[in-house]
């Protein structure tokens, strides 16, 4: 053999190092900040889940006699007048405010944002009077005649949201590690150019996973069975995805044959 065939059959089959690094460095630090937040985001989740469950569990002040500072967490409730309705665009949607009148001098206007265009928003006036509910001087909910909506204060979505927001970043991110570290296994032992089914189905498998773990979070009240409901989604889905891409084994011939 020639010494340049000879160095033709010793130059690698993989891209320039560069090009394979960049492969495994970015899903790596990408999905690490994933996970990271994940953690943060479970971490914050037991307070709200306290406060949560202290918000339910709140009596109205009236039931039980004297005010809101008299009686620590009860639910105060009292008249106001709207003077101003504003609705203002942030990000992809808008953002609704009213401001109120407390009906007594010393106390200034205050802003309240009810959570969605709901019917009590869609009806209020300067002018018209609205009840106002507050628990640990944070305004709840507005009424207006027989009509209830909640305000953005209210307690209660968080520990919805957290939990979903944090299990698909969760997934997301050991996604991308795996991926990383699946690139960094095939660089180390030059393996040939990736099919397109390699990428496509781990990408399905994710899909699938953070699709089960956001219905569980939303659906379950109870978040140890929303998390273990998602656990046993993504185990399912990653398992199928590991079926799909195993090479075909060799079929063996029974006994005698």
């Given at each position: 053999m020639s010494p340049d065939r000879a160095s033709a059959s010793a130059a690698p089959a993989l891209p320039p190092a560069s090009a394979g690094l960049k492969g495994i460095v970015i899903p790596a630090v990408v999905g690490s900040v994933m996970v990271l937040a994940a953690a943060v985001l479970f971490a914050l989740l037991p307070g709200?889940?306290?406060?949560a469950r202290d918000?339910?569990?709140?009596?109205?002040?009236?039931?039980?006699?004297?005010?809101a500072a008299e009686n620590g967490d009860c639910l105060a409730t009292w008249p106001a007048t709207v003077l101003t309705t504003e609705a203002r665009a942030r990000g992809e949607g808008v953002a609704h405010w009213a401001t109120l009148d407390q009906g007594d001098e010393d106390l200034p206007p205050f802003r309240v944002r009810p959570r969605g265009e709901g019917p009590v928003w869609e009806r209020l006036a300067p002018g018209d009077r609205v009840t106002v509910a507050t628990w640990r001087a944070a305004t709840v909910w507005v009424e207006a005649g027989n009509e209830r909506q909640d305000a953005t204060e209210r307690p209660g979505l968080g520990p919805v949201v957290r939990p979903?927001?944090?299990?698909?970043?969760l997934i997301v991110g050991g996604a991308l590690l795996r991926a990383s570290g699946w690139a960094h296994r095939r660089r180390a032992v030059r393996a040939p150019a990736v099919r397109a089914r390699q990428i496509t189905v781990p990408m399905a498998a994710t899909a699938v996973a953070v699709g089960i773990a956001v219905t569980a979070a939303i659906m379950i009240a109870n978040v140890l069975l929303a998390l273990l409901v998602a656990a046993a989604g993504w185990a399912v889905a990653w398992a199928a995805s590991a079926r799909l891409l195993r090479p075909p084994g060799v079929r063996r011939l029974p006994p005698g044959a």
């Open positions: 709200e889940l306290s406060e918000f339910q569990a709140a009596r109205p002040c009236e039931e039980i006699g004297g005010s979903a927001v944090g299990l698909a970043l």
